[in-house]
């Protein structure tokens, strides 16, 4: 692609570092027409163009709100404004106007990613990323011009905005992604996201008023070799229960968690810790890591996540964006780019060791026709096709049982990469217990496939299990990005079970395995498995026989999507 000018962190040429290729001479360059075969049934889309982070979801009158990254010109990264939808249930949406977008000083070459929070009286308000005449990245807010309106359809930018601006020692382009705002201690506090060199900040500010905001002596947290921390995430969770916190929680029976997306790797990390209120900082707990070696919400295509505390229901909400693994040829030939996962409960697993995700209930009513299966023997080599759905647009539950585990594999302590490891011993490499699971949007003579699977090692005092998404044989399609994702599942193996949930939609396989303690994303674009024409099967390739003890699988209807 020598014709495209093909710049990293770039904006109209003013030098701004963000984390987005610009491709000028495709990023206004309209769609003409909207190719619909890799378009998603169930996920959030807008009917054209390029979307990426999703910004400050919130809860308001009865409406849940979605803003998000949007180029209304074009099918590549570029023009970006805030563009806005609405729904009453996380899964059908109406689309609004654009509620931010670049016009003011502060924000003239850009409106980039943020939060929202909800002061006292029910008021929101955005925090958001402005580039500023000077090229400097600058924090801004705005309110609704009309409290009564439960759309929120407009919403001002007051000219007091900057307020928050970075000063000289700090690095201005790289300094952005203000999250959602806490109160203790008679303050709000909120954290921006930046780097100084190759560590990462989570840079603190105070404010009494929402208005004035002093930057704290020190950061919410740091990490060296860890490169820019972008959309910051920082939260509270019960460690007793489901229920979400509101962000502003603290106290005994509370854990925090620090997420921020690594510009460095282009994946999320997380860890989970104390916020100290006396010292004002987070200190993650012993044995958790920040950066690539620490825990993900997701091991596969999922980046710029966003969480949001839902009054109605009373849980935290994760909204995640999963970008295209084609080329942006493609993105502008097809007219579209970038879709949000399906919005996820998150909570703290009873260990306390990690998160667990599911995918809201709501999704649920979009089921249609539903096929089940139990008791399914599935010996080595075994294949068994899951008929009577629509397997390009399906959401699949199943659960796998195994009499024993003493023919699992030796685990070699140097895999410590799961995603190498599944690279290594893919879906067809024989294997003792495992490999087991789903093969989905396959083609009828299996040519295209993107397996979705568990192995399950020996190590010397536990056994490993390993959740494969591998999209190596996911199409036939040439120059398209096919890695092998995939994470361990830490978990304990005495009732001998595992259970597997696989959402489908056409160009999107988000999966959770035992529960949500372990997901993956991929994006895939089969060329023979599409529509009609896709199925599902499951599979062993181990020697161990797997029972398939029951599996519920469900066609999707559409929702109203925008």
Sequence with gaps: MRSILSLFIILNNNGVEASHKVYQKFQ???????????????????????????????????????????????????????????????????????????????????????????????????????????????????????????????????????????????????????????????????????????????????????????????????????????????????????????????????????????????YEYYTIGTYNLDLDRY?????????????????????????????????????????????????????????????RKVWLDPSGKQLVQWPVEELESLRGNKVEKSNVKLKKGDHVEVEGITAAQADVEVTFSFQSLDKAEEFDPSWSNAKDLCGQKGSNVQGGVGPFGLLTLASQNLEEFTPVFFRIFKAPTKHVVLLCSDATSSSLGEKLYKPSFAGFVDVKLDNKKLSLRSLIDHSVVESFGEGGKTCITSRVYPTLAVLDNAHLHLFNNGSETITVENLSAWSMNRPLMN
Aim: overall charge positive.
């Design 28 to 266: 206004s360059l309209s769609a003409v027409k909207v190719d619909q075969l890799h378009r998603t049934g169930f996920h959030f889309q807008p009917p054209k163009n390029w979307i990426n982070d999703p910004n400050g979801p919130l809860y308001y009158k009865g409406l849940y709100h979605l803003f998000y990254q949007y180029n209304p010109k074009g099918a590549v990264w570029g023009n970006i404004v805030w563009a806005h939808s609405v729904s009453k249930d996380l899964i059908n949406w109406e689309p609004l106007d654009p509620a931010i977008y670049p016009s003011k000083p502060f924000d003239i070459n850009g409106c980039w990613s943020g939060s929202a929070t909800i002061l006292p009286g029910n008021k929101p308000i955005i925090l958001y990323t402005g580039i500023d005449p000077d090229n400097r990245q600058v924090q801004n807010y705005a309110i609704p011009a009309n409290l009564s309106d439960p759309y929120l359809r407009e919403w001002i930018k007051p000219d007091d905005n900057p307020i928050v601006v970075p000063t000289n020692d700090m690095n201005a382009s790289a300094f952005r992604d203000p999250t959602t705002a806490w109160f203790t201690d008679g303050h709000w506090q909120m954290v921006v996201g930046g780097r100084r060199k190759r560590r990462g900040i989570a840079h603190l500010y105070r404010s009494k008023d929402f208005k004035y905001w002093v930057k704290a002596k020190h950061p919410l947290h740091t990490s060296q070799n860890t490169g820019m921390w972008e959309c910051p995430d920082f939260y509270p969770v019960s460690m007793s229960s489901k229920i979400g916190l509101d962000t502003s929680v603290n106290g005994q029976n509370v854990k925090h968690v620090l997420k921020v997306s690594l510009d460095l790797t282009r």
């Design 283 to 343: 200190i993650p707990d012993s044995g958790l890591k920040d950066g690539w070696t620490g825990l993900r919400y997701d091991y596969g295509n999922f980046y710029a996540s966003k969480t949001f505390y839902d009054p109605l229901k009373h849980r935290r909400i994760l909204w995640g964006w999963a970008n295209e693994s084609d080329a942006q040829l493609d993105d502008v030939k097809k007219g579209w780019a970038g879709i949000q996962t399906i919005p």
